[in-house]
């Protein structure tokens, strides 16, 4: 157990629709990213947050959007979803600015219909 | 741009042997080179972070070289184990989250 929790583990949803996934780093990390992998392809860095504040972005799409809590989980919200949106959507954290310790969670894995 | 290319993209061995997984990199510029092990619909799990001044790192059965010049890395696994099967991963990092670029992984499968 890496001590990264996400929430929920599957999520199914329609074409058109808007869902939150959420991550809660290991109890002392301050950095969160988030990453996409789609079915046979490499993990795609989406965004960071750093203790509270957006660090860095990746290829996220405008219907995706972050945000890191004063107690420092994060939620990544996917809007407008479409099939190709379907994947594994993991969230990392590391104590630091810098993820070379960064653990990842289980993983949320999303459907779109 | 900054690539990684993974080979084989899939290898079947007997449990108790030995394999070898290649990584070319293009990365730049270059911070550390990692290897990942991903179990199927797990989160990847790291094996070994190695730096450019490193050339070889351990990690109980798995060994991971790096020749810098070559921009070439490889992770070796010794006596495999069925619970081996899943997907490696490599890793090359520029120090920057958002310019990690990660190989699409070599799936094992270590067979009775």
């Known amino acids: 157990d890496s001590g990264v929790t996400q929430t929920p583990k599957h999520l199914i949803t329609a074409t058109g629709q808007r869902v939150t996934l959420r991550c809660s780093p290991r109890s002392g990390d301050l950095s969160v990213y988030w990453y996409q992998q789609s079915l046979d392809q490499g993990l795609q860095f989406l965004i960071q947050y750093y203790n509270g504040e957006e660090r860095a972005k990746g290829n996220i799409l405008e219907r995706f959007s972050a945000q890191q809590f004063p107690d420092l989980h994060s939620e990544l919200n996917l809007s407008s979803l479409e099939l190709g949106d379907s994947a594994l959507y993991f969230c990392a954290s590391s104590v630091g600015n810098r993820n070379t310790e960064a653990f990842f969670g289980q993983g949320t894995r999303l459907t779109v219909v | 741009k900054n690539q990684v290319e993974q080979s084989p993209q899939s290898l079947i061995i007997l449990e108790g042997k030995n394999c070898t997984l290649q990584?070319?990199?293009?990365?730049?510029?270059?911070?550390?080179l990692r290897w990942y092990k991903q179990d199927t619909g797990r989160g990847p799990v790291s094996l070994t972070i190695m730096t450019f001044s490193e050339n070889t790192k351990s990690n109980g059965r798995y060994t991971a070289t790096l020749d810098a010049d070559t921009k070439q890395s490889s992770l070796h696994i010794t006596a495999s184990q069925l619970s081996d099967s899943a997907s490696y991963i490599c890793v090359g990092d520029t120090g920057t989250a958002s310019k990690l670029t990660f190989g699409t992984g070599t799936r094992l499968q270590v067979t009775l």
């Open positions: 990584c070319n990199y293009t990365v730049s510029p270059f911070s550390n």
